[in-house]
């Protein structure tokens, strides 16, 4: 029989759609055949929140002894009852920060073999004290790790980002020569790793039609295509482009192509959640440990309503399940420390 992967699944920010859509995930049958699934977060919330909507799942402390059939909670504890649900929150930044730093802490102890986490907010994470844009960074410094990209995975489409959350105007600053040849090795090397092979990877122009031979901007001629040639003929990487980035990633997704770079946030997530929206996960390329994500924020605005959709973060589970058995990622000396 083969053993499942242990997948730790953060709730996120816990005033958000996080429980919800974790506590449904934990109930789906056909995930449970693939993941073991551990939850990290907050035990009376989410038996509150199973109750209140009446989601078919058993809750036990991780701590107690195994009751049949029951999903294991590392209960962190430290939330009131009468939580402002759909509200940032410095009580909320906190807890979300907690769970991320306990999940890396349990991969450490080899007790999870891949993280899975649910949406935080960064204003709430901020007023909790953490200085962080988001869960990558956040791992990031959790793990040591100074070489990280965050990507998404669509069915057959795979985008890997130049820049995350910055300005449009700083983004665009940033399709520099040097820093697309780091990112299609970099790239290259990490879907290598996950997938198993070699991997075939376009890379998407910044201006429209990827600027007609410089009739809409010279970043493709002066940074991009300098750094494919580079990457292609002194590398050996099966790299092309720069593509119209209004047609790549839709021959990305018909298979054509393993991967996509995208030089910008937006670019890659409205064609990624136009595709595939809530089915697609957010995977962390670079981490000593497999995480993955949903592709969507906390919903404050439905938060506590009964009505959050749970697909994305069921994918994130059944892909990080799926990474772990393909390529386990087990913590060396140097990963813990």
Request: glycine share 10%; charged share 20%; hydrophobic share 45%.
């Amino acid at each position: 029989m083969q053993v499942r992967p242990r997948i730790g699944v953060t709730i996120g920010d816990p005033a958000g759609i996080g429980p919800e859509i974790v506590l449904r995930s934990a109930a789906d049958a056909d995930l449970n055949k693939c993941a073991d699934i551990i939850i990290v977060g907050d035990l009376g919330l989410l038996r509150r929140t199973a109750a209140s909507f009446s989601i078919p799942v058993r809750l036990r402390n991780a701590d107690e002894q195994e009751p049949f059939g029951s999903v294991p909670v590392i209960d962190l504890g430290g939330l009131p009852s009468d939580l402002a649900i759909g509200r940032e929150s410095p009580v909320c930044g906190r807890a979300a920060g907690s769970y991320i730093e306990k999940a890396v802490e349990l991969w450490r102890a080899g007790k999870i073999d891949a993280i899975a986490t649910a949406p935080i907010n960064k204003g709430s994470l901020v007023l909790g004290g953490y200085d962080f844009p988001g869960h990558t960074e956040f791992l990031a410094q959790l793990t040591g790790t100074r070489e990280f990209a965050m990507s998404f995975f669509a069915d057959k489409l795979r985008v890997v980002l130049v820049s995350t959350h910055v300005p449009l105007r700083k983004a665009i600053e940033l399709v520099k020569t040097e820093t697309m040849i780091s990112l299609i090795t970099f790239a290259s090397e990490q879907f290598k790793k996950l997938l198993g092979r070699s991997v075939k990877i376009a890379v998407a122009g910044v201006n429209p039609h990827a600027s007609e031979h410089g009739m809409f901007g010279v970043e493709e001629a002066d940074e991009i295509e300098p750094a494919i040639a580079r990457c292609r003929d002194e590398l050996g990487i099966d790299v092309s482009g720069p593509y119209s980035p209004d047609t790549v990633f839709l021959r990305g997704y018909r298979g054509e192509f393993d991967a996509v770079i995208a030089c910008y946030h937006d670019q890659a997530t409205i064609a990624v959640k136009s595709l595939s929206f809530g089915s697609a996960v957010n995977v962390t390329l670079g981490l000593p440990l497999i995480r993955t994500s949903v592709d969507h924020g906390t919903a404050f605005d439905i938060a506590g309503k009964g009505i959050a959709d749970a697909s994305s973060m069921q994918s994130a589970i059944k892909l990080a399940a799926d990474l772990a058995m393909q390529r386990p990622m087990k913590c060396t000396a140097d990963d813990a420390q």
